[in-house]
Nanobody, 127 residues
Framework: QVQLVESGGGLVQTGGSLRLSCAASGITLDRYAISWFRQAPGEEREGVSCISSTDGSTYYGDSVKGRFTISRDNAKNTVFLQMNSLKPEDTAVYHC????????????????????WGQGTQVTVSS
């Protein structure tokens, strides 16, 4: 059974940092493009970041560029999202997804191409 499990969310003050983890079981993450999406209450889901399965290239949405960093640790079969300089508008549930052999071509994975979703982790940034 394949599982993606996010962790690392929590409550942090404006300007603080969090590191989200997306740990996989049942699949080898280096064969997958991993995207992070977030959704705040009453808002549409937003693509945050992506790391390619092929060359490790990355994508960041405009709202997080320069503040967030996505990375892989293949030995741990885990992808991380380092979030710095957090703002109240970063408050949302963050989900990771896996797209087999995806390339993050100019964005996060297209929904119809995503193979697996995690259950999400809550990030709350207080002002």
């Amino acid at each position: 059974q394949v599982q993606l499990v996010e962790s690392g969310g929590g409550l942090v003050q404006t300007g603080g940092s969090l590191r989200l983890s997306c740990a996989a079981s049942g699949i080898t993450l280096d064969r997958y493009a991993i995207s992070w999406f977030r959704q705040a209450p009453g808002e549409e889901r937003e693509g945050v970041s992506c790391i390619s399965s092929t060359d490790g290239s990355t994508y960041y949405g405009d709202s997080v560029k320069g503040r967030f960093t996505i990375s892989r640790d293949n030995a741990k079969n885990t992808v991380f999202l380092q979030m710095n300089s957090l703002k109240p508008e970063d408050t949302a549930v963050y989900h990771c997804t896996a797209e087999y052999l995806g390339t993050c071509n100019g964005g996060t994975s297209i929904y119809t191409l995503i193979n697996y979703w995690g259950q999400g982790t809550q990030v709350t940034v207080s002002s």
